[in-house]
């Protein structure tokens, strides 16, 4: 586990905290769209931060999901981002 979580870099960790924090409070995941832009980055570099997370178990596709919104955190990633706190 602990290999997996010296993969993440600034940018994931920050890309994950940003999907956590909106997810609090709003209540649903953000689109890709909606991640580049409060990022500050293009939407291409959003799917590449996302994927990579997706790839080492922090997010997840939801079995049902609304349209452009199918981003779920794992319980790794609410424990990584609990943790921050």
Not at 9 to 15: A, M, N, R
Not at 27 to 45: D, H, V, W, Y
């Amino acid at each position: 586990m602990q290999a997996m979580e010296r993969q993440l870099t600034d940018k994931h960790v920050h890309t994950l905290r940003f999907i956590y924090d909106y997810v609090k409070n709003n209540g649903c995941a953000p689109t890709r769209k909606e991640i580049a832009e409060a990022l500050g980055i293009s939407t291409n570099a959003a799917y590449g931060r996302i994927y990579h997370l997706f790839d080492l178990g922090y997010l997840r596709e939801p079995k049902t999901w609304q349209y452009g919104r199918g981003i779920a955190l794992t319980e790794k990633g609410i424990s990584t981002c609990d943790s921050d706190n």
